[in-house]
């Protein structure tokens, strides 16, 4: 879905007004089912959520965590709903098998960098992901889902938006209204800069909770580039930025909904106007594996790292989520 421009708007936006009572329904029943209880996992887990619908970088979030907990000694495989696939699971991930209309486009990246488990059903996936030799979980998504117990769960917030007009949804972007949320979050991730990112780290702050502040770095030189860039994310714009900051030369950009499946109708126009232009296509990483395969090979892709301004506060938050590997063995011998 695209979202609507009002989410960004002031609280008092009279169609966040109109909406406010659906929005009231919605978030106490969204809430109450949050506060359920899990199931519990056979290993520790490590949830990377949000509080908003849309994109705000929990994909690079992830990939960076599992990178720093096998620095520290461990064997994390992903576990993941995959949205936007029609695979329920659980099942283990190919990139080299599946498509991203069968798992989702966030599941195929995860893939390529740790064993990955799809299941909608998650207590049932995080078997499978112990089964194939993970001694812990880095569940991509979920914050809201009670069906897992986890072990550690880290809000992801992209600074540039923060958290909206602050609603509910329909009325604004929060899964689940903010003050019902803060008991199940320990920690936060703040990507990038921004003013209404700096509200929500305070307000992570004043509850005791550490901030862990990062930033997304282009990992490929487009310095002087001619492109047309397009990207059906989150926030398309913000990858729009990425590409500027990294040098390129938009010539055009195109904006698409979330997670949109591109048809070769589409492609081909953009191939088109990119040649009417005199420049190339690039895209995100998460769109260029929904691509169809005959246009893959036509598109540049802009690969992001995540990177920590300080890793120490966040290396020892997960040593000490490490640390339960030994009680998870030992409960469940």
Not at 16 to 45: E, I, K, Q, S
Not at 87 to 114: F, I, N, Q, S
Not at 223 to 249: M, N, Q, Y
Request: proline share 9%.
């Amino acid at each position: 879905m695209r979202p609507p421009a009002f989410w960004d708007a002031p609280g008092d936006h009279p169609a966040a007004r109109l909406l406010a009572p659906l929005a009231a329904l919605y978030g106490r029943h969204t809430a109450a089912r949050m506060d359920r209880p899990g199931a519990a996992a056979p290993c520790p887990v490590l949830c990377v959520g949000n509080f908003t619908l849309g994109g705000a970088g929990k994909t690079p979030t992830a990939l960076a965590l599992a990178a720093l907990l096998r620095a520290g000694g461990a064997r994390p495989a992903f576990l993941t709903r995959g949205y936007g696939g029609r695979l329920a699971g659980p099942v283990a991930v190919d990139p080299a098998r599946h498509r991203a209309d069968e798992t989702g486009d966030e599941p195929l990246l995860l893939a390529r960098a740790a064993p990955t488990i799809l299941a909608r059903d998650r207590p049932a996936g995080a078997r499978l992901c112990v089964e194939g030799g993970a001694d812990c979980i880095v569940m991509d998504d979920g914050l809201q889902n009670p069906s897992l117990a986890k072990t550690l769960s880290l809000a992801v917030v992209d600074a540039g938006a923060g958290l909206g007009n602050g609603r509910t949804f329909p009325a604004g972007p929060l899964r689940v209204p903010l003050v019902r949320q803060w008991p199940h979050v320990h920690g936060l991730v703040l990507i990038g800069t921004g003013a209404k990112g700096e509200e929500v780290a305070e307000a992570a702050a004043r509850r005791g909770l550490p901030v862990h502040r990062a930033r997304l770095v282009p990992g490929a030189d487009l310095a002087g580039r001619r492109v047309l860039a397009f990207a059906g994310i989150g926030r398309p714009a913000k990858f729009f930025t990425s590409l500027r900051e990294a040098g390129a030369d938009l010539v055009a950009t195109r904006a698409f909904p979330d997670h949109h499946p591109y048809r070769d109708d589409e492609v081909a126009r953009l191939a088109a106007e990119a040649e009417r232009l005199g420049a190339g296509l690039v895209t995100t990483e998460k769109d260029h594996v929904r691509l169809p395969p005959a246009f893959a090979g036509r598109v540049s892709v802009l690969p992001v790292t995540l990177r920590f301004r300080d890793e120490g506060p966040l290396r020892a938050q997960l040593g000490a989520f490490l640390a339960r590997r030994a009680g998870s063995r030992s409960d469940g011998a």
